[in-house]
């Protein structure tokens, strides 16, 4: 407990799936959370969750896609926690499958608004702030899809090999300024995304197919993600850590 102590930190998608999980993490860590999500309803669950643990976290309805909608959270950051050590981008959205000739310009538009664009506009946001602190850290919830491509999730996958790129370059950009910058690349998990993933519904049999490409045989959980998010936000345990590209995925990635 504690690895987080004194760290503040904002967390895009944090009403739900593995962002409820980091949430969690981080606040049990001693961490100050502000949690947004683009449904403001989830997030204020989540933060309210937590500040009955004895947390400090506040929720906001934020978009993404709205690039003042993140400014105001780093804002909101700011004037709530006295600044910005952890930016977590990790809003996104699932895709059900289809094939090239099924996949339509609009769904990788949308794809490359949340899952790519959404993740650059959270970290230019945050990017002022985090020059501010000492211990400053950027971390992308990517995807093992970036790294292994599973077919026919061409707008999905698409979108997280550019958020790929984003971490990497970002990385490399901010090395000199001591703002670490890494990736979480989870595989399938036990989360609300996984219906869309299963076609939009899911089944007993479809969740057994997910789990037999796992070579651990099981789910990534949002505790999985939560506790890798830990180490790689943590300034002792990950300090040296940057351009790190971190498989959350139960071997799928071997």
């Known amino acids: 407990m504690g690895r987080l102590k004194g760290l503040t930190a904002i967390v895009t998608g944090g009403g739900s799936g593995f962002g409820k999980g980091i949430v969690e993490a981080f606040a049990r860590e001693g961490a100050s959370v502000v949690v947004t999500d683009i449904n403001g309803e989830s997030a204020e669950a989540v933060a309210a969750e937590q500040r009955a643990s004895g947390a400090s976290a506040q929720a906001m309805e934020v978009d993404v896609a709205d690039p003042a909608g993140l400014a105001a959270a780093v804002a909101r950051c700011e004037s709530q926690f006295g600044g910005l050590d952890v930016m977590v981008a990790n809003a996104g959205i699932g895709q059900r499958p289809g094939t090239m000739l ?73 090395a ?23 076609g939009g519904e899911r089944s007993a049999e479809a969740d057994d197919r997910f789990v037999q490409g796992l070579p651990l045989g099981r789910f990534i959980t949002p505790e999985d993600v939560g506790q890798a998010a830990v180490f790689l936000s943590s300034p002792v345990e990950a300090g040296a850590f940057t351009g790190c590209a971190l498989p959350v995925d139960a071997g799928r990635c071997i």
């Open 102 to 174: 099924e996949t339509s310009l609009e769904t990788l538009r949308t794809h490359f608004e949340i899952n790519a664009l959404g993740a650059f506009n959270s970290c230019q946001a945050a990017l002022p702030a985090l020059r501010k602190r000492d211990a400053a850290s950027i971390l992308i919830t990517v995807s093992g899809i970036a790294l292994a491509p599973r077919p026919q999730l061409y707008g999905y996958g698409m979108s997280k090999a550019a958020a790929m790129y984003l971490m990497k370059a970002l990385a490399v950009e901010l």
């Open 176 to 198: 000199p300024e001591r703002i670490r910058v890494n990736g979480l690349f989870p595989a399938v998990g036990d989360t609300p995304m996984l219906a869309e993933f299963s």
